[in-house]
Nanobody, 114 residues
Framework: VQLQASGGGLVQPGGSLKLSCAAS????????MAWYRQAPGKERELVAD???????NYADSVKGRFTISRDNAKNTVYLQMNILKPEDTAVYYC?????????WGQGTLVTVSS
């Protein structure tokens, strides 16, 4: 199983980025897909998740700015991030969860700085 995250980079405050996470080795459509992030010196936290039925859940800190979506035909989950703030700086990880099975991607760094 592989979850390949991409799309991170350096962006100015107020800017946008779109992260992608392509899954292989699993049928992602039956998994809850999620994005987590971990900032330096902080614990990993849930950013957003999306069920197989496309129900979504967001951390309060990103509501109204981030949008999670999935394309089951491409086995891929996305995170559209708008109005980025310096406090959004972190390594972003995607995950796939179904019951006791949880898989993690390698992470992609997002840096929000002027």
């Amino acid at each position: 199983v592989q979850l390949q995250a991409s799309g991170g980079g350096l962006v100015q405050p107020g800017g946008s980025l779109k992260l992608s996470c392509a899954a292989s080795g699993i049928m992602a459509s039956i998994y809850v897909m999620a994005w987590y992030r971990q900032a330096p010196g902080k614990e990993r936290e849930l950013v957003a998740d999306i069920t197989s039925g496309h129900s979504t859940n967001y951390a309060d800190s990103v509501k109204g700015r981030f949008t999670i979506s999935r394309d089951n035909a491409k086995n891929t989950v996305y995170l559209q991030m708008n109005i980025l703030k310096p406090e959004d700086t972190a390594v972003y990880y995607c995950s796939a969860e179904r019951g006791k099975n949880v898989y993690w991607g390698q992470g992609t760094l997002v840096t929000v700085s002027s």
